[in-house]
Structures are given as structure tokens and as C-alpha cells.
């Protein structure tokens, strides 16, 4: 697909009419240099969507001690939402800009790098050359403008590209083996609740041959904070990892314990994964109810064991979990 290249013109000026122009073409909340960050900028290209593609944009920046790459895009397949840290290939460290988690480690071209999401909107910055520190591209990122904060409080289902064009990008993944809905499009029949504490109910995905659904909350302050659930039929059971202990894994580290929790006459053993650093993503997943419980929750300056704890006694206690009784 064509990249539309922007002219931004001797004036260095970011103009409405080129921000219109751009928010067109796109299905996610920009983050765009300022007027003293605009000086500084080149190459800005942006990847319209069709049917085919997916939207993006880059440009790169001149800093103090290096030249980095800016590159935003909606990160809407596997598990989307959930993951803080999509271009690194080993885990990083954390940073805080406007209550949002991002980290900064190394990508995997071994350039320096970070990655951070407003709403939907997915911002990957690496050194493409010279040796600007972790402190200058994060102070970078913190002084651009977010545009057209209304995109990102669209629902899932009616901004993503995956869901919308039921286009996965490496084939069928989980996110295509659902049909996507607004909550208040379909009726639920008091089956799944509306909020999860702080969080809402964002978007519902209803299996289109077997018996699953899919939920996810967002965070209602920051529109960023994700919390992915699924609710699947044992046929779909993925190769989940029951290692027990810290320090598992590569891209991320993790700290899984076993839990069980007492049900009725018996107790329910509980996966329960917490990323190793200090504002972890959490991650369990149990069998119950001929079904397989999944979750994801993204990295939070928030709290979020007690969502975990809301999240398992909602499941166990007073949610239907038979997908049928969802009417469209």
C-alpha cells in the first residue's frame, strides 16, 4: 500500500487542515509533535487504511544525542490491548506518562526502544542512530500532542481493522474466531456485568462456530488499561504454560503460583501469572464449567489484584457462562 508522504512546508507549522487531513485516514488517536518538536522532524509518512491494510504512520526526529523513529499504529490482534510492551524483545523497564504504564528495553532490530499506548493508539519510538538515552526519548514522547482523543473512546468493535474487516494478520487468531459487537447491541440477558470496579465493558466477540465469548473492559479514566477475558469451549484450550515460580519466560518475566480457590464441594486450581516488575500485566486462566477461563490485564499504575479477585468471583458466582444465552 502507498504511503502518503506530508510536505509540513518551510513553516514548520502543524496546521488543522493537515491534522483533518491525517485523522481521516486513520482509526486511532494520533500523538504528533508540538511546535518546537515540529522543527525537527522529516520523513513523515502515513499508511492510509483500505480493505487490504491496516493504517500507520512514522516519521523520525532529530535529538540531542540521536535520531529516532516514531511509528503509531492500533495494535488490534492477538490479545490486542493488553500487551505495554509490543516491540521489545525482552522485558523492559517501566516508565509513567499521564497515569499510563510504558517500558523502554531493546527491540528486536537491538535498537534502544520503548513503547507505550494512549486509548487504542500503539507508539513504538527506537534509536535509528546515534545514542539518545532512555530519559531524552521518554521526555520526547511526553511532549507529544495526543489528536483527536475521540477516536480512542470509540468501542473495539467499531474502530478496530480486525474487526471491522475480520482480517486477522497472521490468519485466523483469537480475535477473528469472534464476531464483534457493541454490549448495547446485542442482549446479554444480565449474563456478563456492565463494570468491573473501575473498568467498563467495552466490546463483546460471540464465537461464530463454537461456543465462546470474549469481553473487554477499558479503564474508564485513562481509556487505556485493558482487561481481556475468554470464555471458551475445551476444544479451543491453547498450550498454556503450568510452570510454577519466577522468572519464567524470555520476552517478559513472569511470577506464576498455583491457586485454589474453594467451590462448592471442591476447589478450582487457578494459573495465576504476575509480570515481574514493578506495574506487572497479570495474566490466569482455570477450567470450569466444561469451559477455559482466560485473562489478561494489562500493565496498570492501578492496583489491579483486585480486579483479578472481582473478575474470579463474578466467573464463579454470578455469571452465565454458557454463550447461548447472548441474543444478537
Known amino acids: 500500500m502507498k504511503h502518503i508522504n506530508f510536505n509540513w512546508g518551510c513553516e514548520n507549522i502543524i496546521t488543522h487542515k493537515l491534522l483533518d487531513e491525517i485523522v481521516k485516514h486513520i482509526n486511532f488517536s ?5 511546535d518546537k518538536q515540529i522543527q525537527n522532524i522529516y520523513n513523515f509518512s502515513l ?35 493488553i500487551y505495554a510492551d509490543t516491540n521489545l524483545v525482552k522485558q523492559g523497564n517501566p516508565f509513567i506518562i499521564n497515569n499510563r ?26 534509536v535509528f542512530e546515534g545514542d539518545a538515552t532512555d530519559d531524552e526519548i521518554i521526555e520526547y514522547l511526553a511532549n507529544l500532542m495526543v489528536i483527536n482523543l475521540d477516536l480512542a473512546k470509540k468501542s473495539f468493535a467499531t474502530a478496530s481493522y480486525t ?25 446479554l440477558k444480565n449474563s456478563f456485568s456492565e463494570t468491573l470496579l473501575d473498568y467498563k465493558l467495552d466490546s463483546v466477540g460471540i464465537g461464530k462456530e463454537t461456543n465462546e465469548v470474549q469481553l473487554l473492559y477499558r479503564q474508564k479514566v485513562n481509556l487505556t488499561d485493558g482487561c481481556w477475558i475468554s470464555i471458551a469451549p475445551h476444544t479451543l484450550e491453547q498450550d ?71 473478575i474470579l468471583i463474578k466467573i464463579l458466582f454470578t455469571w452465565q457462562l454458557d454463550c447461548n444465552v447472548i441474543s444478537k
Open 30 to 34: 494520533p500523538l504528533l509533535p508540538n
Open 47 to 81: 499508511r492510509p487504511e483500505t480493505k487490504d491494510d491496516r493504517s500507520s504512520l512514522y516519521f523520525y526526529a532529530k535529538l540531542q544525542n540521536g535520531i529516532i523513529r516514531v511509528k503509531q499504529f492500533f495494535y488490534d490482534w492477538a490479545w490486542p490491548f
Open 101 to 126: 504504564v510504558g517500558f523502554v528495553g531493546i527491540d528486536y532490530k537491538n535498537n534502544k526502544a520503548l513503547s507505550y499506548s494512549v486509548g487504542f493508539t500503539t507508539v513504538e519510538i527506537s
Open 163 to 187: 474487526a471491522r474487516y475480520d482480517q486477522g494478520k497472521w490468519g485466523e487468531d483469537e480475535v477473528t474466531r469472534v464476531k464483534w459487537f457493541k454490549p448495547e447491541t446485542i442482549n
Open 240 to 310: 498454556l504454560p503450568k510452570t510454577l515460580g519466577r522468572n519464567i519466560g524470555i520476552r517478559q518475566k513472569w511470577r506464576f503460583r498455583l491457586l485454589k480457590i474453594p467451590y462448592e464441594n471442591r476447589k478450582i486450581e487457578v494459573y495465576y501469572g504476575v509480570q515481574e516488575t514493578k506495574y506487572p500485566a497479570r495474566w490466569f486462566w482455570f477450567s470450569f464449567d466444561n469451559k477455559i477461563i482466560q485473562c489478561h490485564i494489562r500493565s496498570s499504575v492501578y492496583e489491579t489484584s483486585s480486579l483479578v479477585r472481582e
